[in-house]
Nanobody, 124 residues
Framework: QVQLVESGGGLVQAGGSLRLSCAASGRTFSSYAMGWFRQAPGKEREFVAVIRSGTYIYYADSVKGRFTISRDNAKNMVFLQMNSLKAEDTAVYYC??????????????????WGQGTQVTVSS
């Protein structure tokens, strides 16, 4: 059974940093597309970043230059380093995975597996 478990969320002041982790189990995820999405209260789930390999890394414009996605295939883990956090980054952050790389990587329907989410709250 495939499982994705996020950790690392919390409360941080604006301008601060957090590092989210996603531990994957049940498969070998080295070739999977691994993404991060977020959902703020009353808003739709939105794309944050995706990584497949060192070549395929993409970010939402809203986080470009502040967030960095990375992965450790040996440990089946994906990370999201978040710097210069803003109040508008407050959301539940979800890890997602799919065995296929799709050009629609920014759409939530492109991912088959999802974690339960971790709350990130940025105080202004």
């Amino acid at each position: 059974q495939v499982q994705l478990v996020e950790s690392g969320g919390g409360l941080v002041q604006a301008g601060g940093s957090l590092r989210l982790s996603c531990a994957a189990s049940g498969r070998t995820f080295s070739s999977y597309a691994m993404g991060w999405f977020r959902q703020a209260p009353g808003k739709e789930r939105e794309f944050v970043a995706v990584i497949r390999s060192g070549t395929y890394i993409y970010y939402a414009d809203s986080v470009k230059g502040r967030f960095t996605i990375s992965r450790d295939n040996a440990k089946n883990m994906v990370f999201l380093q978040m710097n210069s956090l803003k109040a508008e980054d407050t959301a539940v952050y979800y890890c997602a995975a799919d065995p296929n790389w799709r050009t629609t990587y920014a759409a939530s329907y492109s991912y088959h597996y999802w974690g339960q989410g971790t709350q990130v709250t940025v105080s202004s």
